[in-house]
C-alpha cells in the first residue's frame, strides 16, 4: 500500500502544466510512462495493457472544432501516458471527421509513434444514405473499416468494434465479418459495444472458436447508469478473460459541478444536445446533491468521486473520457492518478 501510494504521488507531480506553446515538431515528454506500473490495466486475459484513462474522440474533434484545440488536447494526453485513442466511423460532427482530423494528427505529429498507440474505431450505426451504410452486415462493417482507414491514414488499427447489436442481421454474419477483418490484417483485435448479455455469450464462444478472441466490451457504466453491473455484462467479462470499458463516466456532465444548481446558459443541457433539460428532474437534482456530499466526506469533487467509483469496480480495465480543453483532460487525470 506504501508503494502504491508513493508511486500515486509521483504519478500525480508528473502532470506537467500545459502551455499554449507549440513546436514545429512535436516532441512527447519523456516522462509519459513514468507512471506505467500503476496506470495501466491487463485487458481481461490478453497481452494487451490499456491506461485507467482514455481518450474518446467522440465530440470536440470534428472539423467544426478548432483543429489546434483537438492537438493540444491530443499532446497532453500522450505526454502523460494516455496511448488509448477511440474513435468511430461517425463521429465528428459530421461524420467521419473526427478520423480526418486524427488522421492530420497521425501525419504531423504521431507517425514516429504509432507502434506506442492503440488506436479503435468502430462501425454500427449510421454513416452513409442508402441499405448498406448502418447497422451489422458484412457488407456495412468491412467498407466501412476501409474508409476509416483511409481517413485516419493508417494501415490497420489496433481495435475494430461493432458498435451496436443489430437484431435482424444474424450474429454469425457480423462476428464472421469480424474474424475476416483480424486475418486480412486490418485490425488486430476486435470489440463489441453494447450488445445484450446473451448475444455477448454468443459472441465470446464464436470468436474464441474461431482463434480471434473478443478482446473487450465498451458499455455506459457510472454512477446513474449501471446497465452493464445490473445485466450481467460486466460480472461475465470479468469471469471469461474480456476486458471491459466505461463509456460516459461522468454521465455528459451530470457528474460534475456543473449542474448542481441548475442548468447553466452555456451548457450541453440547455443547448439541448445530447442532454435535456426534463431530464433534470428533483429526483435526479437530489440525487447529485447526495453525490456531492458523499465525494466532500472523501476529500473528493463529485467527478473525481465519479471516476474513482468506476474504477474500483470489478472488471473495469479502462475509463473513456471525452474532453473540449486541456484542462477538463488535466483535471481528469488528476482524479484517476488519485484513485489509483
Request: net charge negative.
Amino acid at each position: 500500500m506504501f508503494l502504491r501510494s508513493v508511486c500515486t504521488i509521483f504519478a500525480y507531480n508528473q502532470l506537467r502544466p500545459w502551455t499554449m506553446e507549440q513546436n514545429e515538431q512535436y516532441q512527447p515528454a519523456t516522462t509519459r510512462y513514468s507512471h506505467q506500473d500503476i496506470f495501466f490495466s491487463r485487458c481481461g486475459r490478453s497481452g494487451v495493457l490499456l491506461p485507467k484513462l482514455s481518450l474518446g474522440f467522440w465530440h470536440n474533434f470534428g472539423s467544426n472544432d478548432p483543429f489546434e484545440r483537438s492537438r493540444d488536447i491530443t499532446h497532453y494526453a500522450f505526454d502523460h501516458g494516455i496511448t488509448h485513442f477511440d474513435l468511430a466511423n461517425n463521429y465528428g460532427p459530421p461524420y467521419g471527421s473526427a478520423e480526418e482530423t486524427f488522421g492530420r494528427l497521425m501525419d504531423q505529429d504521431f507517425r514516429p509513434y504509432r507502434d506506442e498507440l492503440f488506436i479503435a474505431t468502430k462501425a454500427g450505426y449510421d454513416m452513409w444514405d442508402g441499405p448498406y451504410g448502418n447497422w451489422g452486415s458484412r457488407k456495412y462493417l468491412m467498407a466501412s473499416l476501409d474508409q476509416s482507414l483511409r481517413r485516419m491514414r493508417l494501415d490497420y488499427v489496433d481495435l475494430f468494434y461493432s458498435h451496436r447489436y443489430d437484431p435482424e442481421t444474424p450474429l454469425e454474419e457480423t462476428l464472421q465479418a469480424l474474424v475476416d477483418i483480424v486475418r486480412a490484417g486490418k485490425a488486430l483485435y476486435v470489440g463489441i459495444s453494447r450488445w445484450p448479455l446473451n448475444a455477448l455469450e454468443f459472441a465470446d464462444k464464436y470468436l474464441r472458436e474461431r482463434d480471434v478472441p473478443l478482446l473487450i466490451y465498451q458499455g455506459r457504466l457510472n454512477l446513474l447508469d449501471r446497465e452493464p453491473q445490473d445485466d450481467g455484462v460486466l460480472k461475465y467479462c470479468h469471469e471469461h478473460g474480456i476486458g471491459f470499458i466505461s463509456f460516459s463516466p461522468l454521465a455528459q456532465g451530470l457528474l460534475t459541478e456543473r449542474y448542481q444548481h441548475g442548468i447553466p446558459s452555456d451548457s450541453r443541457m440547455a443547448k439541448g444536445k445530447f442532454l435535456r433539460p426534463e431530464m433534470l428532474t428533483p429526483e435526479l437534482q437530489a440525487c447529485l446533491r447526495q453525490y456531492a456530499i458523499d465525494a466532500a466526506s472523501q476529500g473528493k469533487s463529485i467527478s473525481e468521486y465519479a471516476l474513482s467509483w468506476i474504477l474500483e469496480q470489478e472488471g473495469v480495465t479502462s475509463i473513456l473520457v471525452g474532453v473540449s480543453s486541456v484542462g477538463q483532460l488535466e483535471q481528469n487525470l488528476r482524479s484517476v492518478c488519485d484513485a489509483i
